[in-house]
């Protein structure tokens, strides 16, 4: 009875690692295939559809010289400042709801997505081809160098940095927020300026 019972433990301890491994071999398949190289290139050499913000923001924003000049030129708004990488999926859904906030308030608030790019393993090309398919109607700038990650203080990601017509932080957040306690934010910083 032991020795049957030993070789029905063997048998199903065997048969989960052959299914491990083969689930395994399969997962490592699927992220080679979704990381080709030559497709990503393919992909980056496509023309834009015709969906696409007028202006490619992306290409925009790269030619600015920094976030000071983008800030500067949107007459004294409050500005929202979000950090983010491509591995951390909270700071990419913090994007997506900051886009739908831009929608709402786009005549009253700067909103800037910033890549931080010292943090994240995601090559440049890459980047620029997510941003592509996103098509977020905020300017997205790379912080290549870690001066902005440094000068907002962020240390987690997602950040989200708010700041008044003065530039200056009113709030900084190092989670995801949701759309309604953005609005509500917003709606604190406007508050004075509109009385």
Known sequence: MKAINKRLISLLLLGLVILLLVGCGRKAQDITEDTDPIQQEENLQQEPDSGEVDGDLWEEAREKDSLEDI???EDKKP???SFWVSWNEESKEQLDILENVYKLLEEDVVIIGIHATSFDTMAKEEIQS?????KYSFPIL?????????SYFVGSLPTTVFLDEKEETVKSFTTLIKEDEVLDEIEQILEPLIQ
Do not use: S
């Not at 997510?130 to 996103?134: A, S």
């Not at 790379?142 to 440094?150: H, N, R, W």
């Open 79 to 81: 500005a929202i400042l």
């Open 142 to 150: 790379l912080d290549e160098e870690g001066e902005k990650t440094q």
């Open 130 to 134: 997510y941003m592509r398919e996103k």
């Open 71 to 73: 800030l500067k030129g």
